[in-house]
């Protein structure tokens, strides 16, 4: 019986909480785990480092056994213990193709200048670093029946889950078409570029499209996309870039209402631009401010709280409140609703006037 096995019978352990086992077996091997995820830094590799910019990096784990594997598409909550003792959260999307369970997967992230996480793990984190992971979630994902022809529209760091699918569509052998545009600032900025030029100069039955309107490419434009993609509304699309790219691309989608072949998923989501004016109040803490329009979190933030977040983007639900009073709105659907008692995602929803926080 191996070592793992035989503290995992132990009594002591035995009587444990699922989470005392797991601290048994961190204290002897931060890789031994019986019910959490943890993972092992085993590669970094610097995909984009331009000057004065922040750099882009894929980074390679090993994670414990109790992973249960992901689609790729899906995201991950990563957490690290940063120095002094702090452990920061946060969500990441996975860039390799779907993994099963115990499998080594990739995560692609930028240094963000405002992210003590990604800072941390691109630019100080050594091979051997070990992290706390979430399972994979997500529902930005290919379906089980993979349609014939798939289209993916990217912007910047958006090309993340795409790639994830393509990947997976390349590993399948995947025998229908699939039509790649993706927007950067420049080759020079361009993630994922080598592979992306093999895939360019090989072909593997892409049909890829890297344009670069800072250097004279043009911007998204329906006409451009239906002389690429004839019918193109008729054709099953995931679109994940920021929020311009988004807002170009789906009314394009919907000219004739909602249309369920396209898939989005914001990498940036829109600025919060709800209607400045009335109290935000939140009730716990018994701060209350001139509601700025801003999402809450952002205002909570400025008002000196520090509520719990992950993504910032409203796919990991770490930040759900509960709004006592009051109507919000959702910057990502527009949608408002003024039901009491109800939990929100802070992180994407704004007030409309006078609004109260369980905060
Ligand atoms: S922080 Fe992830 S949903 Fe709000």
């Known amino acids: 019986m191996s070592i793992a096995g035989t503290l995992l019978r132990s009594r002591a352990v035995a009587l444990a909480s699922p989470h005392g086992v797991d601290r048994y077996l961190e204290l002897v091997n931060p890789m031994w785990a019986a019910h959490e995820v943890r993972a092992r830094l085993v590669e970094i590799h610097h995909e984009v480092d331009v000057p004065g910019e922040p750099p882009v990096a894929t980074l390679t784990f090993q994670p414990t056994n109790t992973w249960r594997g992901h689609r790729p598409g899906q995201y991950v909550q990563l957490s690290v213990d940063l120095p002094g003792a702090r452990r920061l959260t946060r969500c990441f999307t996975l860039s390799s193709a779907g993994s099963r369970p115990g499998d080594r997967f990739t995560v692609t992230m930028r240094a963000n200048p405002d992210g003590e996480v990604s800072r941390f793990l691109v630019e100080q984190a050594a091979v051997g670093q070990v992290v706390h992971l979430s399972q994979a979630a997500g529902d930005f994902v290919l379906p089980e029946a993979v349609p014939e022809h798939i289209v993916f529209i990217t912007g910047g760091s958006g090309i993340t889950p795409a790639m994830a699918m393509l990947r997976s569509l390349l590993l399948r052998t995947h025998r229908g078409r699939v039509t790649f545009v993706h927007y950067a600032r420049s080759p020079e900025h361009q993630i994922f570029r080598a592979e992306l030029e093999e895939i360019s100069t090989t072909g593997y039955g892409v049909d890829l499209h ?146 109260a926080i369980d905060l």
């Open 210 to 355: 890297l344009v670069y309107p800072e250097q004279g490419g043009r911007n998204f434009s329906p006409m451009e996309l239906e002389r690429i993609v004839p019918n193109f509304r008729d054709v099953d699309t995931w679109l994940c870039g920021p929020a311009g790219l988004v807002e170009a691309v789906r009314p394009a989608y919907e000219a004739d209402g909602p249309n369920d072949r396209l898939r989005v998923e914001y990498f940036k989501p829109p600025r919060a631009s709800g209607t400045a004016g009335g109290r935000l109040a939140f009730d716990r803490s018994g701060i209350e401010a001139e509601n700025s329009g801003e999402s809450i979190l952002e205002q909570a933030e400025a008002a000196g709280l520090k509520p719990t977040f992950g993504c910032r983007m409203g796919i990991c639900f770490s930040c759900t409140a509960t709004k006592t009073e009051g109507t919000v709105r959702n910057v990502l659907t527009g949608e408002t609703s003024d039901r009491p008692d109800e939990q929100i995602r802070i992180c994407v929803s704004s007030p409309e006037g006078d609004c």
